[in-house]
């Protein structure tokens, strides 16, 4: 069977697990991946399956000047090849509408993938839309190749149509994790039936039920707070602003404190917000922590919350895969109606939901489940149910198997 090459907006990354859960599975059904990465690692921690994989990782340039023989052996190699033309035309053009350095980046990465790609390498698929699909793109024409591509959140919402269109034009197929992104660009395709929903799905073997029932806080004893517990990048998205206003609105006597896993730009401002709340003391900053710890948050909190929202560039959470985690565990969540979130919670039944940006919304449901611990058993029960019936990753992974011409009995 012939190689794949995975690009990558960058890896292993922690905040992107479920791209590296995608590749270890296939990988065991038998699939030879190839990884080019645009980006180095930023995080100091990986997760557990970033050891298990397998595939090797090439660095394409991250900064064109920083590497200027590698990329001018990728061009004099790129320009013997019958596609070059037409690739150089297609970047010229996009570059016309996109005069950025950003799209000069990753021609000039382009040019290296085509030259390093490995002979066996019959195949090039890109995780998100934006940049790496670019990259993929222009490769792809370059070396005369058929190539694919997995949509997420921020790289759907925040791409231009016109982009978007000729991309699904261009490439074999499309997968996204949402009905509502699948919806979306189905609605652009040229072809509607190139783009395929497969959701994410958790890998329940890694996520094992919990084996007590959870305390029943109430938030009456200053000794023993409900613990709230968040896990996210502090970007605009992730609505932590939102939810330091929500938790100052909670009633002074009620006993909680809150722990939020993650970095982030906006961390400095937000703590400098809890200060000026006055709620500074009931926080805690944990800042990027490896997988092992979250699952230990999931295990001893009481609620999880996650306000996503629509940030000012339309970028937005998909299905975000923290909310599967916690539901996995019987952690109760709390999010909001934005994007796909209602997918896999439904209000009142599995968890808690209100409206985007709405502070005092927040705050009712926060108290509500804060002082009603049966509640939160309920919905965590329900949940976890609701997810491991139908948020498995073997789902996913079996239609991707089948796109990537896996065998059949290796997907069963």
Known sequence: MNAVAFVLKGYPRLSETFIAQEILALEKLGLDIRLFSLRHPTDKDTHPIHREIKATVTYLPEYLYREPVRVFRGWRAARRRPG???????????LLRDPTPNRVRRFGQALVLARE?????????????????SVAR???????????????????????DWEKSEK??????????????????????????????????LDFSRFPPPQEARPSRDGRDGDDPVVIFSVGRAVEKKGFAGLLAALSKLPPGLHWR?????GGPQLPGLKKQAQKAGIAGRITWMGPQPQETVLEHYRVSDIFVLNCRVAGDGDRDGLPNVLMEAQALALPCLSTTVSAVPELIEDGKTGLLVPADDPAALARALQRLIGDPALRTRLGEAGMARTRAEFSIGRG??????????????TR
Request: charged residues 20%.
């Open 168 to 201: 699904l034009n261009d490439c074999r197929w499309t997968t996204t994790c949402t009905k509502i992104n699948a919806e979306h660009l189905a609605a652009l395709a040229p072809d509607p039936e190139r783009v395929m929903l497969a959701y994410h799905g």
């Open 138 to 160: 222009y490769g792809a024409m370059i070396l005369d190749l058929p190539w694919s591509c997995s949509a997420h959140a921020k790289d759907i919402w925040t791409s231009p």
């Open 84 to 94: 070059y033309r037409a690739a150089r035309r297609a970047w010229f053009r996009d």
């Open 397 to 410: 992974i079996d239609r991707l198997a089948e796109k990537f011409g896996l065998p059949a009995e290796g």
């Open 117 to 133: 790609l490995p002979a066996e390498a019959a195949w090039i698929h890109a995780h998100f839309l934006h940049t790496p699909a």
């Open 258 to 262: 809150f722990i939020h896993l993650g």
